[in-house]
């Protein structure tokens, strides 16, 4: 069980943390066991609550958390580079305006443009300024993977801002 008690968050909130919990055991290996197909179906009730851009983000969700795990760039446009890095300036500036949704897709585009970690810690600041920590933690993590003193001093930024995080009572 996570750390948040699902029941007393958002359905959007409890189905991103559903979503990361599913994405785990499919990096192991094990996107077919039956715990993962009781994560499935949990999935369901919070899915059928949200909106229709609340279940949009949730799919582009999966693209970052597909990328995440394959890393594959798609194909380049070096031509588009410049325009992407004006337009990915001034989402950045817009992202403390609530503009969250703007900058992650640009990121989705950008990994022919950036560094992976560059785009990583982006990735985390956007999810974690729409309200999704679990989520940034897991780009955080990402980037440890790559460059552990970086991810170390982002974190510390980015704390900031502490999300809060409910205790289970699950015992």
């Keep these: 069980m996570s750390k948040l008690l699902?029941?007393?968050v958002t359905p959007v909130r409890r189905y991103s943390?559903?979503?990361?919990e599913?994405?785990?055991w499919i990096a192991v290996g094990k996107g077919d066991d039956d715990e993962a197909d009781r994560i499935r179906e949990a999935m369901d009730a919070p899915w059928y609550r949200m909106t229709e851009s609340q279940q949009a983000l949730m799919g582009w969700l999966t693209v970052d958390l597909?990328?995440?795990a394959d890393e594959t760039p798609p194909p380049a446009d070096s031509e588009g580079k410049d325009l992407w890095k004006i337009e990915l300036r001034q989402a950045?500036?817009?992202l403390n305006h609530g503009e969250?949704?703007?900058i992650l897709s640009l990121l989705r585009r950008g990994f022919e443009f950036a560094p992976a970690t560059t785009l990583f810690f982006m990735q985390a600041r956007a999810w974690q300024v729409a309200g999704f920590p679990e989520v940034a933690t897991r780009f955080l993590q990402k980037?440890?993977?790559r460059d552990r003193e970086m991810a170390i001093g982002l974190l510390e930024i980015?704390?900031?801002e502490p999300p809060v995080l409910l205790e289970s009572n699950v015992g």
């Excluded at 943390?17 to 990361?20: A, C, F, M, S, T």
């Design 17 to 20: 943390v559903l979503l990361l």
């Design 143 to 145: 980037l440890e993977q």
């Design 6 to 8: 699902l029941e007393d």
């Design 22 to 24: 599913l994405d785990e």
């Design 100 to 102: 969250e949704e703007r």
């Design 92 to 94: 950045w500036r817009d």
């Design 158 to 160: 980015l704390q900031e």
């Design 66 to 68: 597909d990328r995440l």
